[in-house]
Every structure is written in C-alpha cells, then in structure tokens.
C-alpha cells in the first residue's frame, strides 16, 4: 500500500500566503475600527449602532468582533436554482466551485445582426439571455446593458423581466432603487411560486455596489437592507481602482474592497442571521494617462485572484471579473485580456465571474465577445481539471504494447479515454490551409458570429407559464403607474 | 526671461510644492509683478507638463502635483492680484450633480481647469439644482460644470438647466457637462454648450469658451 501521498486533484494557484491573507485581514479590521466607513442610510447606522459600533454622525467605525460574528454566521455555500427546474441549470456557490456569467449596465450594445455600435434595446435583453441560456460555459445571467427604450426609471424591470422569460438559468439582477428592487423581487416570487417558493429556492441574486473608498450610500443600503430583510442572495461588491478609489498597491485595494464589502456584511448578518452574501469587487488600475477604469489590465487579474484568496480566507464566496476588454472591438487585445483574466478568475477558484461579453470598457455590450469567451472558459475548465496520475493514466501497460515506433491510435486505452480527456474546440480551428480556404478562409470573427447567428435564429428558451407572465405584465403595469404618480 | 521666473516654471513642472512659496516670495521681492509671475512663470510651467501630458510622458498624478505646485504658489498671489484688478483666465463652478456621489473625475478637471489659470469653485457631491443656482447668483462664473457617473443622475443635469432658466441665469453662463455616461448627444439634448470627455479636454473646451466671448 502506499502512504503519506498527495495528489492534485485539479491545478493548484496561489497568489499569498496563508501569512499575508492574516495580515491583509488584521489590516482591514483595522481601517474598520479605526477609520471606519461614511454610511449615508440611518437605518443602517442605527442597526450598526445597536450591534455596538461607535457612530459619530454618519461615520461608523465597526470593532472587530462584529465582523467576525458576522463572519461566523454567513453561509460559505447556497444554491441558486433554475426557474425550469432543471438542477444541471442550478448554480452552486461553495468553496472554489467557478461559475462564469455576463454583466451589466453598459449604455451601448453591438447589434449582433449589424455590427453597429447603438444604444442598449429592451429586446437586447432577450436576445443575450437567449444566448447565455445556451452557451454551455455561462452558468448565470446578466443582460450586458441598461435598456434605453422604455420608461427611463423602470430599465432596471423591464431588463429583468424579459431575461427571466428568456432563460432557464439563475438571474444576478441590479436596481436604480428600493422601489425597483422589489418590483423585481416581486417578478422573482411571481416566477417562482410565490414568496415562500422563492425564499426555499431562490432564482436570482441581487447586485448592489458600495462606493469606494469606504462609502455606503442611501440608495445601495436600502437595497441591502431589503435584501437581507427577505433573505435574497446578495452581492455587495464594490469596483475601484488603484491610485483613484483606492490605494495604488495592491494589498492596499484588497485591504479597502475587504472593508467596503464587510461593513455590508455586518449589516446583512446583524439583521438576518445566515442570510447569503457575497464579498469580491472589480479591483483594477486607474489608467494613469486617461484616468479611466482599465478593466484590461493584469493587475485587475492578480487582484481578483488576490481577493478570492481572502474570500476563501474569511470563508465567504467571491464575486470575480473576467471575459472584459479595454477595446473598442473583439480583436486580439479582447482576445489576449479576456482569455488571461478567465484564465486567473478559474485558477483562483471564483465562485461568480461576471462581466464576460463586455468591450469598451464596459460601455458596450457584445455578444461576439460572451461568445468567444464562452469558448475561452471551455479551453480554460480543460486546464483547470489538471492530471489525473494513476496506473491507468501512467499507461505503462499500453505504453509497452506499442512498443518503440507504434502507435497509440486505435488502442483499447485511447479509445477509452480520448472523449474525456482531449478538449474539443467549437470555434477554435486547427484545419489545414487549404480546407480552411475551401470553407470560406473564416477569421475567428467570423466563426464566432456563425455560431451567434444560430443561437439567435434558432434558440428558444423554456417559456415562462401563462399565470407567471400574466403577473410580470400586472406588476409593470403598476410600476408604470406609480412612476406617473 | 528672469531666473527667477525660470525657477518657478521648473518648480511647477517638477512638482517641487515645497519650494514654491518661497521662490514666489523672492520672485515678489526682487520687483515681479503677481500678474508676471503667474503668465511667465507658473503658466509656462504648467503648459509644458500639458504637452507632456498629451504626449504620454507625464501621468495623471504628476500633472495633479504640478497643479497643486501651481496652486501654492497662487494663495500667495491672489491677494495681489486681486489689489491690482487682474483677473483669472475665467471663474467655473463645477460640481457633481443631485443624487451621485462620485468625484474623482470632477475633482480632476477642477484640478486641470486651476492649472489652466481659471479659478475654480467646487461645490461638491450630491449639489441639487437650487444650488448651482445659488452659486451662480454669488459668484457670477463665466462656467458652470457638471459631472455624474450614473445614467439616472445624469437627468439631474436637465434639471439644473431648467432651474438656471427659470432663474433667467441660463444665458449668463456657457454650460459644460461630462462623466462616463454622458455623450455629446446628451449634451445637445438638454441644452448645454459641450461635453468634454476627459479633464484635459475639458480644459480646452472652456479655454475655448472664454475666447468666443
């Protein structure tokens, strides 16, 4: 028998360690106790001030025991679950389970059809849910924009109803305000089965963002607030960059994001013990030249991969970036920083990657790039899976059948394992010159819109029932009328 | 052109805050007029880093510690200027408007319009409407500014438009408006006079609108 023998199950990464993820925490629980963070939502500030933080004004500064409470009793793993009913559609967040998903809120979109660059549509929304619903690497869904052609107040509902009726698979929804945010519960519950079906199997999460640095605002509390009052899964996650919102070194970013994401935590814990919650960020660079967000820049990836560490590190999941270009196009700087940032999203063991499919910096929606980096994670899971070392992979019995000079192609142990171990491209191509001429000499470009179009013209999701779709339109309706209101 | 000036203008663009005060005090005592140094002295310097800027060899933060060189040695000057009757570039009040709470972009083109020689009032986050109206009754500015980052709060921009109408202030000021959603057809359709995209661009603009008056 053997003993004392390790194994890798999958590709192991590692960007601290365990050493540097205490102090990058003991430095966090300080700026907490000692900084603190301006909260502008009195209910919060009285619930801060109940659990025993010192509050002056709007300024709360939170000892460190409330975080660790609040640690100990949010949940390191729930489930989301397919409005099909459909488990292969269910997201599981648990320690180092990855799951990839678009983003949302650009103000412009690339018309799949036309290649124009134009203003987010109501019916983009149904269009990249589609989508999303069959790439087999998007496990969640966002919309990639904010419509712009309804009600300017209500984007927010009308996005999220016309994802929920155009895919099976779990929701991450935003609002403008605590009256959105529970029209879109109330679409949820109405998708769901009612309030009680939904708390039991939730179907979205909800997104709210902190500002940085060290800032809560009105609005994103009273989100986090209702969120945490009915149980929906949240996120709270903030998005700076280093040398703007927050330090320019990068254990300075994670020890800011950590404090934007667990003055949050806290709150949610304080009012409902065990309630889901997420913690990560989009933490990247200002660009020194154009003062802009870089979300292609590597040092958005190694602080990800840095932030996912402390995630697993407190024992919260992690809410990651990738699939994400500065460019204006899906050329090869898309290509070079989508496929390094989901490469280190995977390693690092994200549980939600979002905002694959965005160009620009994310102010354009592409689905040519959720397209391409749906294929991008597929290579990507193949490395992650990592080597398997057993006498069967170790092959010495087939190696030696072969012998010197033979081949291993029609063996009994390449058949049996070929299928499982070998990657198989759908849009990368390995074809020789002349068949790849002969079938139309396709840039990646254009294979990628081959496979977008067919989706698009043949792809059709599981409809929502006629009762739930009856209840979506009554409850635009009534959000319509309050808005005139 | 006197060393002393020439000290001032490297001064700025080495960002050097520390020394500026008294190489201005001894610009001030060897018989420099305020208005001279500030035009040949602390403008020079801060075209030059502008150029550099453009050209990819200065950054952001080093542009921001010439403007803050420049700055110090202007609370010297500004007393003196004021004595005289001289006058800044243009007077812009800028602020983010009602409802958004982020300032790092307003903050920088406030920064870039100083160094440009303008005198900028910043009025902050979150500034409802009645307050750029009040600012613009106080301080009589030749620009108004606003910035938000958020699509909804950009409305507040129109809203600001109508109240400095309403409050017969609109054609007092030239109107220039920006922030990651706002677009130049946003611009045209509340009614503003530009949209810059970025500060250094900004600073253009309102350079630009200062000569067409």
Known sequence: MRVNYQTNVTVQFQVLTDDQRQEIFRAALHVLEHTGIEVHNDEALAVLKAQGAWVDGTRARIPSYLVRRALASAPSSFTVYSREGNPDKNITIGPNCINYGPGPTCPNFRDPRTGERRKYMRRDARDVARVCDLLPNIDFVESLGTVSDVTIDLADVYEFAEMIANTGKPIVAWSYTIDTCRDIHQIAAAVAGGEAALRERPNYIFYAEPLSPLTSSQEAMDKLLYCSKHRIPIVYTPCPMCGGTAPTTSAGILVTAMCECLHGLVIAQAISPGTPFVMGGVVSIMDMLSAAFAYGAPELSLQSAALTEMARYVGLPMWSTAGVTDSKLVDEQAGIEGAVQILFAGLSGANLVHDVGMIESAMTGDLQMMTMSNEIIGYVKRILRGIEVTPETLATEVISEVGPGGNFLATEHTLAHFKDQFWFPTLMDRSCWAEWEAAGSLSMGDRVQVQINDVLDTHEPVPLGPEAQKQIDEILAKAEARYRT | ?213
Not at chain 2, 55 to 84: D, H, N, Y
Not at chain 2, 149 to 171: D, I, P, W
Not at chain 2, 194 to 202: E, I, L, M, T, V
């Open chain 2, 1 to 213: 052109m006197s060393d002393a000036l020439v000290q001032i203008s490297n001064a700025v663009i080495e960002g050097r805050v520390k020394d500026i005060p008294s190489l201005t005090n001894t610009a001030l005592s060897s018989g420099l007029t305020a208005k001279d140094i500030l035009d040949k002295g602390l403008m020079p310097g801060m075209d030059v880093i502008g150029a550099e800027f453009k050209k990819g060899k200065k950054f952001v933060p080093e542009v921001l510690l010439s403007a803050r060189t420049m700055q110090a040695s202007l609370g010297i000057l500004k007393p003196l200027l004021a004595q005289a009757g001289e006058k800044m570039a243009g007077k812009i009040i800028i602020g983010t408007v009602q409802g958004d709470l982020h300032d790092i972009g307003k903050s920088l083109v406030g920064m870039m319009l100083e160094g440009a020689g303008f005198e900028v009032k910043d009025l902050g986050r979150n500034v409802p409407p009645e307050k750029f109206v009040d600012a613009v009754k106080k301080e009589k500015p030749n620009i108004v500014a606003m910035s938000a980052l958020l699509t909804t709060t950009m409305r507040s921009m129109g809203h600001t438009m109508t109240a400095l109408k309403e409050a017969g202030l609109r054609e007092m000021v030239k109107i220039m408006i920006g922030g990651a959603p706002v677009t130049v057809d946003f611009a045209k359709q509340i009614g503003a006079d530009g949209y810059a995209a970025n500060a250094p661009a900004a600073s253009e603009l309102a350079k630009k609108f200062i000569n067409s008056n």
